[in-house]
């Protein structure tokens, strides 16, 4: 199973923080993942998200979501995200 989550990490607190745990527990059990992003990653961001295993895209609101490889037969998870909400609708 493919799963790509869109979301802003972080590391203080809330939904930003969360989404680690997440990909975290996804790789654990197996699971592809992919990461949207609409802001810049940093780079330390970046790094452990590759380490995980995963792919990041950086997707802004102009930028068709064709851009993102399997996303039309992947899981798609936003969280806390306005851009996704926007692709979704």
Same mark, same amino acid.
């Given at each position: 199973? /493919?799963? &790509? &989550?869109?979301?802003?990490?972080?590391?203080?607190?809330?939904?930003?923080?969360?989404?680690?745990?997440?990909?975290?527990?996804?790789?654990? /059990?197996?699971?592809? #993942?992919?990461? &949207?992003?609409?802001?810049? %990653?940093?780079?330390?961001?970046?790094?452990?998200?590759?380490?995980?295993? *995963?792919?990041?895209?950086? %997707?802004? #609101?102009?930028?068709?979501?064709? %851009?993102?490889?399997?996303? /039309?037969?992947?899981?798609? &998870?936003?969280? *806390? /995200?306005?851009?996704?909400?926007?692709?979704? %609708?």
């Amino acid at each position: 199973m /493919h799963v &790509i &989550i869109w979301a802003e990490f972080g590391n203080v607190g809330g939904g930003q923080t969360q989404v680690w745990d997440m990909v975290r527990l996804w790789r654990r /059990h197996g699971l592809s #993942v992919s990461v &949207i992003h609409s802001l810049e %990653l940093p780079e330390d961001y970046r790094s452990l998200l590759h380490d995980l295993g *995963c792919d990041t895209y950086l %997707l802004g #609101v102009k930028d068709s979501v064709d %851009l993102v490889p399997g996303i /039309h037969r992947a899981v798609v &998870i936003g969280v *806390c /995200h306005t851009v996704f909400l926007e692709k979704s %609708l």
